[in-house]
């Protein structure tokens, strides 16, 4: 038997903070096309780290070739100014979301991101995250922490409840599905000496009077485990 058990929790990040690329890549056929200023305005775009054409100096040294550093910084900080936007610094604050390292250093949208940060930081979604069974987040100032963190232990209760239960629903599934399994086996061990043509009459009656019960408690047993799968969320074959 293979069984299949269905998501019964529904687990609901309040918001993570987008990794980014930890090192560069650049091909050689884009070391050789020198476009250095596009290259330049999509990374700040994407808030790719300033240290990044080191990295892209490096590769394309690697193919003798060079780098231009004039173009890429002047077109990086442009787009940067992209990505560090006030609207995207309050958005991510509102979710939650870590600041990006190189947003860090703008006055501007430092002030506007702990402006989201100050809406995220409530009860109710302190709650969210605690349902969703992850770490309490910690944007959140001393001040704003209190109400948030309320929220969050009275979600996390109730994820922790949950959890339990299904632990609980778990074993008593693993239970019903082996005892299955185990009928399942002395109905072949039966079936198998009952093939082997060297029994005695009186043993190949009772061992068929025996076969006959154990056929009736696997369809019992089977009975019993779909009932509960079905009262439980899960799905099953057989």
Not at 166 to 174: G, I, K, N, Q, Y
Request: glycine share 12%.
């Amino acid at each position: 038997m293979r069984y299949i058990k269905t998501a019964i929790v529904s687990l609901m990040p309040a918001g993570s903070t987008a990794a980014l690329s930890g090192c560069a890549s650049i091909s050689k056929n884009e070391c050789e096309a020198g476009n250095w200023g596009d290259m330049g305005y999509r990374d700040g775009a994407n808030g790719e780290p300033r240290g990044v054409l080191a990295d892209y100096a490096n590769i394309c040294a690697g193919h003798g070739l060079g780098v231009d550093r004039d173009a890429y910084p002047a077109a990086y900080e442009s787009g940067l100014s992209e990505f560090c936007a006030l609207g995207r610094a309050l958005a991510q604050g509102r979710r939650g979301s870590g600041m990006p390292n190189v947003c860090a250093r703008r006055p501007d949208y430092i002030a506007s991101y702990d402006l989201g940060v100050a809406q995220y930081c409530t009860p109710d979604n302190g709650y969210e995250r605690g349902l969703s069974g992850t770490a309490a987040n910690r944007v959140c100032s001393a001040a704003q922490y209190d109400g948030y963190r309320s929220g969050y232990y009275d979600g996390r209760a109730v994820y922790d409840t949950e959890q339990a239960r299904l632990r609980l629903v778990e074993a008593e599934h693993d239970r019903l599905h082996d005892a299955v399994r185990d009928t399942e086996r002395e109905i072949y061990s039966v079936t198998r000496r009952l093939e082997s043509g060297t029994l005695a009459r009186n043993e190949v009656y009772r061992l068929e009077k025996k076969l006959g019960r154990l056929e009736e408690r696997l369809r019992y047993r089977i009975k019993d485990l779909r009932a509960f799968e079905r009262g439980n969320g899960l799905d099953y074959c057989y």
